[in-house]
C-alpha cells in the first residue's frame, strides 16, 4: 500500500506563479524526500526533509513538514515551463536498511 | 547523473519467457534497488539490496528473483513472465539508504 499520498493529482499553472503541492502519510517516518520525473525518463531527487526538522530550501523549492498531522508540502516559486513534470513524494519508514514508499505522483503543468 | 545504466532498455518478449534485466552502476554505491512504475500506482519496490549477496524483498515481489554477486550489478529475473508485468522498470542506487538515483529505466511489454 502506498505511504505517501500526494495532492491534488494535477496541478496547471501559468509561468511565473507558485505551485504548492501536498503530501500525506500514515506512519513515524526517518526521512521524507521529494522526486521529480520528466516525461519517459528516470526519477530525480529534488529535497530530504529529516523528522525532526519543519522547513528546508533549496533554490526555488521550500518543503516543510508536520510530522503532527503527518503532511508535507513542496512549494515551487516563480515556476518555468521547464519545471513541467511528475513530481514524487516519498517516505523512509524503515530500520536498518533503508528504503523507500512512493506515493502515486503530481502532474505539475506550467504553460508559458 | 549519477552513473547508472539499465539494460536493455527496451524488450518485447512472450508470456512464459525468462528475462532478465540488469542495472550496472559505476559509484560503489551499498544500496540498489528495482521498482516497478505502472500508470495509477506511482512507483512500487520490487527487491533491493543492501551489500553482495544480500537482497530482500519489496511490496510487489511474487514473480520476481533477484541476483547482486558483485557491488556494481543487480539483476532482475522474470522467470516466466506474465502481461502483468509489462511495466516500466527502474534501477535506483543509493550510497547511504537515503537519496536514491535512478537510471533511465526498462520499458518491458510481454505479449
Known amino acids: 500500500s502506498q505511504q505517501g499520498e500526494e495532492d491534488p493529482q494535477a496541478l496547471s499553472i501559468q509561468e511565473g506563479e507558485n505551485a504548492t503541492m501536498n503530501c500525506s502519510y500514515k506512519t513515524s517516518i526517518n526521512n521524507l524526500q521529494w522526486y521529480r520525473q520528466n516525461s519517459g525518463r528516470g526519477l530525480v531527487h529534488l529535497i530530504l526533509?529529516?523528522?525532526?526538522?519543519r522547513e528546508k530550501h533549496s533554490g526555488r523549492l521550500r518543503v516543510t513538514l508536520d510530522t503532527s498531522k503527518k503532511s508535507s508540502s513542496l512549494l515551487i516559486t516563480a515556476s518555468r515551463a521547464a519545471d513541467t513534470a511528475s513530481y514524487f513524494c516519498a517516505t523512509d519508514s524503515s530500520g536498518a536498511n533503508s528504503k523507500l514508499t512512493f506515493g502515486k505522483g503530481i502532474t505539475l503543468s506550467v504553460r508559458p | 547523473d549519477a552513473g547508472i545504466t539499465q539494460s536493455p532498455r527496451h524488450k518485447v518478449t512472450e508470456t512464459g519467457t525468462p528475462v532478465t534485466l540488469r542495472c550496472h552502476q559505476t559509484e560503489n554505491h551499498r544500496y540498489m534497488y528495482w521498482y516497478r512504475q505502472d500508470p495509477g500506482h506511482g512507483l512500487r519496490l520490487i527487491h533491493y539490496?543492501?551489500?553482495?549477496?544480500?537482497?530482500d524483498k519489496g511490496e510487489v515481489s511474487d514473480g520476481y528473483s533477484v541476483s547482486r554477486s558483485k557491488t556494481e550489478d543487480f539483476l532482475l529475473t522474470l522467470e516466466s513472465a506474465t502481461s502483468s508485468q509489462t511495466s516500466v522498470y527502474f534501477c535506483?542506487?543509493?550510497?547511504?539508504?537515503?537519496?536514491?538515483?535512478f537510471g533511465p529505466g526498462t520499458r518491458l511489454l510481454v505479449l
Open positions: 526533509i529529516r523528522s525532526n526538522e
Open positions: 535506483a542506487i543509493s550510497s547511504l539508504g537515503e537519496t536514491q538515483y
Open positions: 539490496s543492501y551489500g553482495v549477496k544480500d537482497t
